[in-house]
Structures are given as C-alpha cells and as structure tokens.
T-cell receptor, first 114, second 116 residues
Framework: EDKVVQSPLSLVVHEGDTVTLNCSYE??????LLWYKQEKKAPTFLFML????IEKKSGRLSSILDKKELFSILNITATQTGDSAIYLCAVEAYYGGATNKLIFGTGTLLAVQP | DTGVSQNPRHKITKRGQNVTFRCDPISEHNRLYWYRQTLGQGPEFLTY????????KSRLLSDRFSAERPKGSFSTLEIQRTEQGDSAMYLC??????????????FGPGTRLLVL
C-alpha cells in the first residue's frame, strides 16, 4: 500500500532557529512530491519536486528530493512566528489513464515561539 | 477571487440527516478532487472527476456518499444518513489537465462538518 511518512510529528522552536522537516515515501508509480503549508484553512502549495538533487528555494524555505532513498526534506531558516503551521508532504502517484492523486502524510506541526 | 470556493464553510447536522456540499473549481480547470481531513491527519483522497466523468472513487467513499459534476464545472458531494464518524473537513481541489510543472492541485477553503 502506498504511504507517506513525515517526521517529526511536532516540533517547537524559537524564532531564528533553523528547522528540517522529513518526508519519506513508498509509492509504486511516483510522479512528484509536494509540500504544503496548512494553517487554519486548506493547504497552500509550497513546492513541487520531480527530480533528485535539485534544491528548490523560496525565501527562507528550501526543499530537496532524493528519489533513490525515497525521501525529501523541507528546511526553514531564521524561523518566524508566522511559520507556525502544519507542513504536509504529499506524493503524486500515477494510477493509469488520466488519473493522478495525492497521498498525504499526517503532517508535521511546527510551533515557533517568540 | 478566482480560487476554488466551497459552500457552506461550516455545517452542523444531526446524525441521520443528509448533507450536501458544493465546490466551484477554478474556471479553466477540468480536474476536480474531493478529499477528507480528520483532526491530526493529512487529507485522504475520496474521488476525482475529469470534466463530468467520475474516474475514480476511494474505498473510503461508502454507498452513503455520492458526488456529481453534472456539467463539468461545479461539483456536489452528498452524504446520506450522516454518522458521527463523518465529522471532518471536506476539501475540494482542482487542477488543469496539465503536463506542465505547475502545482497539480489548488485547494478550496474546505467545508467543516460536525455530526452531532
């Protein structure tokens, strides 16, 4: 069965700290890996990764994928209280025809204290 | 606002009642997805439409659940004879029938269902 596992489940840091969130997966027909940030509402898109070893950056956030070891990390540097959220990892899997779907992990709850 | 919209945003109902949720995807998107998210869990796939055709249904979608997308635009998700275990956030997402590396799914704000 396809699955996505995130660690840690929760994390409490102080402003200015750097954090690394982990996502490992076992998916039969991998197409891409995505990171989302979820505050009080629906997930908002952060990154999509399809190739190994190519880092994607957006401000203080960066992410990289290792398709050989089947994992990805999301780094956040100089954390701010506004980074507090649940960070969801999802793998897009191909199931034949025109059907792709996202398989989500349970998320990492990040709390950044002032 | 040209994003995905969902109505209602919140719904409280008594066990045994029927409820219907609506999702309006981004206008040029022909793929529409329903997910369910319970507390402390990531979203779980329920069903998927390409235009008006429902191409896949998760085994999570019991026969009390039905989804439609009659004209290939908005979609409805109906839950009949609701149970307390149906309490969750119901998320709709849409995407283009795309080959480009854009995010495959844009999520709506969700409908939070509470079954008493």
């Amino acid at each position: 069965e396809d699955k996505v596992v995130q660690s840690p489940l929760s994390l409490v840091v102080h402003e200015g700290d750097t954090v690394t969130l982990n996502c490992s997966y076992e998916v039969t027909n991998f197409r891409s890996l995505l990171w989302y940030k979820q505050e009080k509402k629906a997930p908002t898109f952060l990154f999509m990764l399809t190739s190994s070893g190519i880092e994607k950056k957006s401000g203080r956030l960066s992410s990289i994928l290792d398709k050989k070891e089947l994992f990805s990390i999301l780094n956040i540097t100089a954390t701010q209280t506004g980074d507090s959220a649940i960070y969801l990892c999802a793998v897009e899997a191909y199931y034949g025809g025109a059907t792709n779907k996202l398989i989500f992990g349970t998320g990492t709850l990040l709390a950044v204290q002032p | 606002d040209t994003g995905v919209s969902q109505n209602p945003r919140h719904k409280i109902t008594k066990r045994g009642q029927n409820v219907t949720f609506r999702c309006d995807p981004i206008s040029e998107h022909n793929r529409l997805y329903w997910y369910r998210q319970t507390l402390g869990q990531g979203p779980e796939f329920l069903t998927y439409f390409q235009n008006e055709a429902q191409l896949e249904k998760s085994r999570l979608l019991s026969d009390r659940f039905s989804a439609e997308r009659p004209k290939g635009s908005f979609s409805t998700l109906e839950i009949q004879r609701t149970e307390q275990g149906d309490s969750a956030m119901y998320l709709c997402a849409s995407s283009r029938n795309q080959m480009s590396p854009s995010p495959p799914e844009y999520f709506g704000p969700g409908t939070r269902l509470l079954v008493l």
